[in-house]
């Protein structure tokens, strides 16, 4: 998601010391780690928002038979065709 050359910005974030105790005895990229898990969850967002507008797409739509969709692929593959 992030390119190479993409610009960096910092983000804080406020965690317990203890937290931060534990964290610095484990050989770990907490930066990098972090990045990833944020740009994970984006990902989840962004697609559980893409599936809850097409089901609303879906539902005001009605159903659609399986012969007005062949016929749709059809015309789109002589309009692409011819």
């Known amino acids: 998601m992030v390119g190479l050359l993409s610009r960096l910005v910092n983000v ?3 965690v317990p010391e203890e937290v931060r ?3 610095k005895r484990v050989n770990v990229n907490w930066s990098e780690y ?3 898990v944020i ?3 984006i990902r989840e967002e962004i697609a559980k928002e893409a599936a809850e507008k097409l089901d609303e797409i879906r539902r ?3 159903e659609v038979s ?4 062949v016929k749709w692929i059809r015309e789109d593959r002589e309009k692409s065709l011819g």
């Open 12 to 14: 804080s974030v406020k």
């Open 21 to 23: 105790r534990l964290m």
């Open 34 to 36: 972090l990045r990833q």
């Open 39 to 41: 740009e994970a969850k």
């Open 60 to 62: 005001r739509s009605g």
């Open 66 to 69: 399986t012969e007005e969709i």
